[in-house]
T-cell receptor, first 115, second 112 residues
C-alpha cells in the first residue's frame, strides 16, 4: 500500500495566488482529515470528512480556505488568495473509522511557502 | 484556552537513558490518550495509546502511564536510542467529538 499520497510536496507561491493542495487517502479508508502545522501554533485540525461529507470545518481559519472531497479517493484544500501567514506544512490523514486518530495515517505533508 | 499542556518543550538525553514526556489535560470527557511520533519531513504516526480503564500500557521500550485523578498521562522511553530522536505529541480525544487536541510537541534528541 502506498499510504496517503499528497501533492505537491513543496509549493512556493506569491501572495495573492491561488494554491491547491491534493490528497489521495488510503484505499478503503472512509475518513479524511486536513491539518496545518506551524512552529507558532503547532498541529491544527482544519477539516474532517466522513464518507466524503464535511463533518467539522470549525478549524478552517477563514473564507480564503476551502476543502472538497468529490469522491472517496481524492480531496483538495484550496487557499485563495494566499497570504504569507498561510506558510506552513499541510498534512492530510485518513482512517478506516469515524473515530479520529485511532487508526489514522498521515501523509508526508505539503510544505507551503507564500512570499 | 489551552486544554492540553505538554512538557517539556525539548529534551536531550544520552543513549540508554530514560526519556519522560508529560501531558496534562483539562477536559474530563477525554477517553482516549495517544502519543504520536513525528520524524523530520514526515507526518505524525501513532506510537502508543491508552484508554482510561488501565493505568499503564507497555509496548517494547515505550510505556504510557495514566493518572486519571491528576488528569495527566506520560510517555516513558526506556533505553533511549538515537533513532528515537523525533517530536512527540500527545493528542487526547473524547468519543463524543472525534476531534483530537494536540499538545504543542516535545522535541527529543538522543545523543549517541
Amino acid at each position: 500500500d502506498a499510504g496517503v499520497i499528497q501533492s505537491p510536496r513543496h509549493e512556493v507561491t506569491e501572495m495573492g495566488q491561488e494554491v491547491t493542495l491534493r490528497c489521495k487517502p488510503i484505499s478503503g479508508h472512509n475518513s479524511l482529515f486536513w491539518y496545518r502545522q506551524t512552529m507558532m501554533r503547532g498541529l491544527e485540525l482544519l477539516i474532517y470528512f466522513n464518507n466524503n461529507v464535511p463533518i467539522d470545518d470549525s478549524g478552517m481559519p477563514e473564507d480564503r480556505f476551502s476543502a472538497k472531497m468529490p469522491n472517496a479517493s481524492f480531496s483538495t484544500l484550496k487557499i485563495q488568495p494566499s497570504e504569507p501567514r498561510d506558510s506552513a506544512v499541510y498534512f492530510c490523514a485518513s482512517e478506516t473509522s469515524g473515530r479520529a486518530l485511532e487508526t489514522q495515517y498521515f501523509g508526508p505533508g505539503t510544505r507551503l511557502l507564500v512570499l | 484556552q489551552q486544554q492540553v499542556k505538554q512538557s517539556p518543550q525539548s529534551l536531550i538525553v544520552q543513549k540508554g537513558g530514560i526519556s519522560i514526556i508529560n501531558c496534562a489535560y483539562e477536559n474530563t470527557a477525554f477517553d482516549y490518550f495517544p502519543w504520536y511520533q513525528q520524524f523530520p519531513g514526515k507526518g505524525p504516526a501513532l506510537l502508543i495509546a491508552i484508554r482510561p480503564d488501565v493505568s499503564e500500557k507497555k509496548e517494547g521500550r515505550f510505556t504510557i502511564s495514566f493518572n486519571k485523578s491528576a488528569k495527566q498521562f506520560s510517555l516513558h522511553i526506556m533505553d533511549s536510542q538515537p533513532g528515537d530522536s523525533a517530536t512527540y505529541f500527545c493528542a487526547p480525544l473524547s468519543g463524543g467529538s472525534y476531534i483530537p487536541t494536540f499538545g504543542r510537541g516535545t522535541s527529543l534528541i538522543v545523543h549517541p
